[in-house]
């Protein structure tokens, strides 16, 4: 199996800045997307930003200019560094890594349990 544990959410007022974490482990053969998408009540899951394991990254609208992805392949993490946070990037986040656990079997996407980040005026 593959888990999925993020960390870094937490309260931050708006203009601040947070870091988040997502450690991939289990067993794991290689991982190519890693990303971060974000829910609210009530609305659907959207994307923040991915990355592939080549290095193209991928952004959502609401957050380009101001998010920055990045990952440690050596460590199976990614980061999502979130800088001028604004009240609407209040959701809960969560990572999300497309893995594969044998170098002859398919990718699996896998999730994170979630982690709240909280942006107050």
């Known amino acids: 199996q593959v888990q999925l544990v993020e960390s870094g959410g937490g309260l931050v007022q708006a203009g601040g800045s947070l870091r988040l974490s997502c450690a991939a482990s289990g067993s794991i053969f290689d991982i190519n997307n890693m990303g971060w998408y974000r829910q609210a009540p009530g609305k659907q899951r959207e994307l923040v930003a991915t990355t592939r394991n080549g290095g193209n990254t991928n952004y959502g609208d609401s957050v380009k200019g101001r998010f920055t992805i990045s990952r440690d392949n050596a460590k199976n993490t990614v980061y999502l560094q979130m800088n001028s946070l604004k009240p609407e990037d209040t959701p809960v986040y969560y990572c999300?890594?497309?893995?594969?656990?044998?170098?002859?079997?398919?990718?699996?996407?896998?999730w994170g349990q979630g982690t709240q980040v909280t942006v107050s005026t």
């Open positions: 999300n890594a497309g893995a594969r656990r044998t170098w002859y079997g398919g990718y699996s996407v896998y």
